[in-house]
């Protein structure tokens, strides 16, 4: 989605990253999910023939050689900022990294705003030290396993990019998952012949209502469309016909 299409654009910065790798992984977690303004803040070398390059897979095309360096102050200074951290230390007699807000609910929380958002990532080691989440507007934390919260920089870039996906990804490669339910004409017909099945395999009796009931139940629940109604209807018809066959 391009920003002539939304109210929101975004733009990744990384804090002093150590590793190549890290930044062209990032770049890769962009394109995925349609963001191509990088800003580097005391970036390595990214050769085009090294790590970085090699890491961001199709993003080498375009985010990665675009990427420009920058300076903190300047991100503050022109956007709306969001500061990331493993550990949000929320309680009373830490304000700096007090409130901190999921990912998810970071995205919750932009939907009804019109703004310029900078995500912004910290060091490999140590992440963005105090100081730094002192000049940021919001923190984001992503919630993980206490025994081990602390996540690569660049799954956690992922992560963020991924539940924000809504502001910029208009189509993605999944299949349209509409699809019209069938009658409820044909879904009796499937009832029709379940029930036909039970009598043909002589299901007991005294289960065979609550049988009935639960395949009722089953298929309400999960919406068939007319092919499967109709495949349904197919199986039980065809295996009643066996069983009563083999009874003969």
Do not use: W
């Not at 500061?83 to 939907?111: I, N, W």
């Not at 009796?205 to 089953?218: D, I, Y």
């Not at 629940?221 to 109604?229: D, F, I, L, N, V």
Request: hydrophobic share 35%; proline share 5%.
């Amino acid at each position: 989605m391009s920003d002539d299409d939304s109210d929101h654009e975004f733009v990744v910065v990384v804090v002093e990253p150590e590793t190549p790798g890290n930044v062209g992984t990032i770049a890769r977690a962009m394109k995925n999910f349609g963001i191509y303004d990088l800003r580097l803040v005391d970036p390595p070398e990214l050769d085009p023939d090294g790590e970085a390059y090699g890491f961001a897979g199709h993003a080498r095309e375009d985010v990665l050689p675009n990427a420009t360096e920058t300076t903190l102050e300047e991100i503050v200074s022109e956007y709306h900022t969001v500061g990331t951290t493993a550990v949000s230390h929320e309680d009373s007699t830490k304000h700096v990294r007090y409130p901190f807000k999921t990912p998810l609910e970071l995205a919750d929380s932009l939907e009804s705003v019109e703004t310029k958002t900078a995500l912004v990532f910290g060091r490999e080691g140590t992440g963005l030290d105090n100081e730094e989440l002192r000049m940021l507007d919001e923190v984001c934390c992503i919630p993980a396993d206490e025994r081990y919260p602390v996540l690569n920089l660049g799954q956690a870039a992922t992560i963020l990019m991924y539940e924000l996906r809504r502001f910029t990804v208009e189509e993605t490669q999944l299949p349209d998952v509409e699809r019209e339910r069938a009658s409820e004409e044909e879904i009796d017909i499937v009832y029709r012949f379940f029930d036909d099945l039970l009598d043909a395999t002589s299901y007991r009796e005294h289960k065979r209502a609550k049988t009935s009931q639960m395949m009722r139940r089953l298929l309400g629940r999960a919406h068939p469309t007319e092919r499967e109604a109709a495949t349904l209807t197919g199986v039980f018809r065809r295996a009643a016909e066996r069983a009563r066959g083999d009874r003969e």
